[in-house]
């Protein structure tokens, strides 16, 4: 009977493990892969070692993707071995999204059903196919024999064999192992024909590899050929045109093989092994890994052993500034003053900090190098070396501790500037890093040898055993799933299904210094600025006492948390006890709309890239979420800016969460919003749609053009001009006159901008406005309107 049950559930199971079965060899004019068939909808290679499609990043984030196949194995597992991608730095949603082959030629990653991604910029009207090559490389290619576009030319972080690296291209690394976007890292030929690989940080880039100090030719190279190119071949011999050549470790065997540019910065050459069908490592570029820049960030010390690998330290006196990312490197625990009788010098022997001398003395002695420091107040410390051509010693002042390592091989000394009385270790600087080491442990014991007959058929039982094990947890599994409730214990829900956490009260009481640096305030609640104990600074929104049962509160996070947007505020967490309610975001240096608008940072251009980006989230959550959300509050003060000035929407709302079909929805019965902002529907208690939050857009597109704000006071500077009321009205009046559209252009953005663009901008705007929400556009139209005229004025 067991034995049956198992046998039924093992051929219940099989189909589901043979999820190519609808995989293709080619794709054609006309067709197109699903997002939502991610398992199924591949290109495979005709040797099957590698596919084509979309490769999930996270919980609701796909990019379109080439890789190695695993034996038998799911391809999304975290052993997939990714080796190309097209839209790295743009994921896309996992609804609706699709990679297609245009009747024109061209193939089109669309994002939700709507935003083009990324293309291929071809165009044929020849028969032709998308095809994977046994190589992995990708080809579009008419019937004819003609290549339009390959993915070889153009590579992401990896090569493969025969793949060349030219002039024209160049590999960058990811920003970690698990984060697939561009990092800091690139591999590429310079100018003078060199192949190098450069450190492009967030503050500061140089080149590390081949070492910056020695000549070109010291290092083997030449740079009079021109032609630029560098090449793995499936042997595992790596050529390039600068002279720069090796053979892997197991150089001669025909194997799978890649050339990775990692996140670490280092250049590896990895084999597949037959047998384990494991990958590792045959050969690097470089073995003293401490001499990559920027790999442990400023104020830290980088050092290298063979058999331990490499750690990073902080320097005496400073402090780490996020434990998960070395890169961020560490800050100073003291505060110095330019008083000099104030500093003492901290000896580091061997310790050296690659570039950016301030002050450079050839023949100096160790007091002169002392006083040099101690004049300027932003000196951080100087290197004091010997050099023994010369029988001198040589002095570098240091205005910026980084790219530090420790070599006992370095001739000098880093002489750190700290506070006096600072009880900072003279010797032992460097804090040692606890290793955990694995051990084989012996477990010999004599034991009676059992019969072969005896043997199979306790095999037999273990097998039958574990499999129905196996088939009782699956459906035990989908038992739980089914009967789930939204409501949660007082342990607390732990949102497995996506990448935030849950915070204590007291966690994010002490982030705050008990709620002291309010940053924003709203109808929802306050919002304060916060440190992690990471060092992460966070947007802390502490919401009004909430009348939500904790069930569904978390529920509704869950939905808020697994939303994916460039233009959309990353949640990082929540906090939920007792009658406490607080939202945990990322903090953006720029601050708000309001706050740039008030003090004239933003130019033209960036206005209506703020007024684009702030379209195209709107018409996520209108649109493209499971759920319907509505924000309700769009006005500059919940619009965020990034460092380059790119919007980030802010406070959408917890119980804005609603059905498509149910408009009567309780949640709606209070009025909601800001005053100039507000749609008539909230006044008149018309029914709550999407197009509330188009009515506020549009008032604040007009703020964006004007710089005035919705109930406005305007009085010229000669006195000829006076209106008193809503913005709305003023710019109605204005569009009644000739070159209207210059007359209601705020002042502050001067004389460089595009007319066209501001009259389009001004136009959807008041559209957005209109009085009858039926005559208002959604906002995916806004956005259709916007990109087409960027496509028109290109």
Known sequence: MAFSISLFFLLFLLPFHFHTSSSLYSLNKGSSLSVEKHREDVILSKNLVFSAGFFQLGLNAFSFSIWFNNNHSHPHTTTTTVVWMANREQPVNGRFSKLSLSHTGNILLIDAGQYHIWSSDTESHEPMELLLENDGNLVLREKRGTVLWQSFDFPTDTLLPGQPLTRYTHLVSSRSQSNYSSGFYKLLFDDNNVLRLVYDGPQVSSTYWPLPWIMIWEAGRYNYNSSRIAVLNSLGKF????????STNDHGMMMQRRLTLDSDGNVRVYSKNDASKKWYVSWQFMFDTCTIHGICGANSICSYDPKRGRRCSCLPGYGV??????????????NLTCNGSESFFLAMQGVEFYGYDN?????????????????NCNCKGFQYRFNADKNTFSCFTKLQLLNGRISPSYNGTMYLRVPKGSNFPKKEYMSECVRVVSVML????????????????LWLATAVGGLEMVCFLMIWGFLIRTRQKSSTDKQGYHLKAVEFRKFSYSELKKATKGFGEEIGRGAGGVVYKGILSDQRKVAIKRLNEAKQGEGEFLAEVSIIGRLNHMNLIEMWGYCAEGKHRLLVYEYMESGSLAENLSSNTLDWSKRYNIALGMARVLAYLHEECLEWILHCDIKPENILLDSNYLPKVADFGLSKLLNRNKLSNPNFSMIRGTRGYMAPEWLYNLPITSKVD????????LELITGNSPTMDIETVDGTEAHHGR???????????PSWVKQILDPSIGTNYDENKIEILARVALDCVEEDKDVRPTMKQVVEMLQSHESDTQ
Request: charged letters at 25%; a positive charge.
């Open 359 to 375: 002050h450079y003395v050839d023949n100096g002695t160790y007091m002169n190098c002392t006083n040099l420091c101690l004049q």
């Open 321 to 334: 500034k996020n434990n998960s990312d070395w890169s961020y490197g560490c800050q100073p625990v003291f």
């Open 727 to 737: 913005l709305v009205t003023w710019v109605r009046e204005k569009k009644r006159r």
């Open 442 to 457: 012996d477990k010999d014991y004599v034991r009676k040898r059992a019969s072969h007959f005896v043997r199979f058929f």
């Open 694 to 701: 188009v009515y506020s857009y549009g008032i604040v597109l």
């Open 239 to 246: 050529i390039s045109s600068d002279n720069y050549t090796f």
